[in-house]
């Protein structure tokens, strides 16, 4: 049971769907991570079981020479003891010739015991053999799926560093694209839009302001030649204010 269910173990790491596991992992990283610590762990539980299965078959096979040989050993203690049994019933004793003759019975009984504990250790050394064999291909296979899985690891990660960089680099250049009035560049560049519309504004402000005070100068101008005008006429000299003041029929005769 101990070795079917070794083996049924390396079946079942084999036959794994890696990427369903990764798809349903919240941590992939994790998961490779756990991944490769079970196949490791799986495969020292399996290097482990198949060595002690090997050898117990190594045990069987070494029984079942010694079941070989000892069937040859009795085989050839049984041919002696029946040799000498004809060779002293040839020379008239036949009482220990008997006696030959039972020792070789008895190598002969013992030759096919141990023959048949040979036979009956063949099936399960031919059996031990092929599950021993299975458990190697089982074993190289989970080492293959290791390595695979380390390569995948490695490129995966590789991969999601590289796809968060670039999330990364994405995001930064969003945050400061130019074109995008809700940026801080926007921003700032509306602030400096506005500063230059109030700038102007106040330049505006004030040169109109210049410009009334000299409409204001200009007022003050005529009030004041009318104020010495009419002192010109209090003091007398009213002709020559009037004088200074061309008369409008002079303009016409002046532009005839």
């Known amino acids: 049971m101990a070795k079917q269910s070794i083996f049924g173990r390396i079946s079942t790491l084999l036959k794994a769907n890696t990427n369903a596991l990764l798809d349903s992992a919240e941590d992939p990283q994790k998961m ?5 610590r079970d196949y490791t762990n799986s ?43 004809d060779e002293l019933r040839r020379a008239g004793n036949t009482a220990d010739a008997d006696k030959f003759d039972n020792l070789a019975k008895i190598a002969l009984q013992r030759q096919i015991s141990s023959e048949n504990d040979a036979k009956a250790a063949e099936p399960t050394i031919a059996t031990q053999t092929e599950v021993v064999e299975k458990l190697k291909v089982g074993l190289n296979g989970m080492k293959t799926k290791l390595d695979q899985l380390k390569v995948k690891r490695s490129e995966l990660l590789a991969r999601a560093k590289t796809a968060e960089a670039q999330n990364k680099v994405a995001d930064a250049v969003k945050s400061i694209d130019v074109l995008d009035p809700t940026s801080e560049i926007g921003r700032f560049e509306e602030k400096v839009r506005r500063q230059e519309a109030l700038a102007q504004g106040k330049q505006e402000l004030a040169a109109s302001s210049l410009d009334a005070q000299f409409e204001s100068l200009d007022d003050m101008g005529q009030l004041t030649e009318v104020e010495a005008r009419l002192a010109a006429l209090k003091s007398g000299n009213g002709s020559a204010a009037v004088t200074a003041a061309p008369e409008p029929a002079a303009l016409e005769a002046g532009q005839e």
């Open 43 to 85: 495969i020292a539980d399996a290097e482990s079981a198949i060595a002690e299965t090997i050898g117990n078959l190594r045990l069987l096979e070494r029984d079942h020479a010694e079941d070989v040989q000892a069937a040859a050993e009795w085989g050839g203690k049984a041919l002696a003891a029946s040799r000498k049994a």
């Open 32 to 36: 490779l991570d756990q991944l490769v």
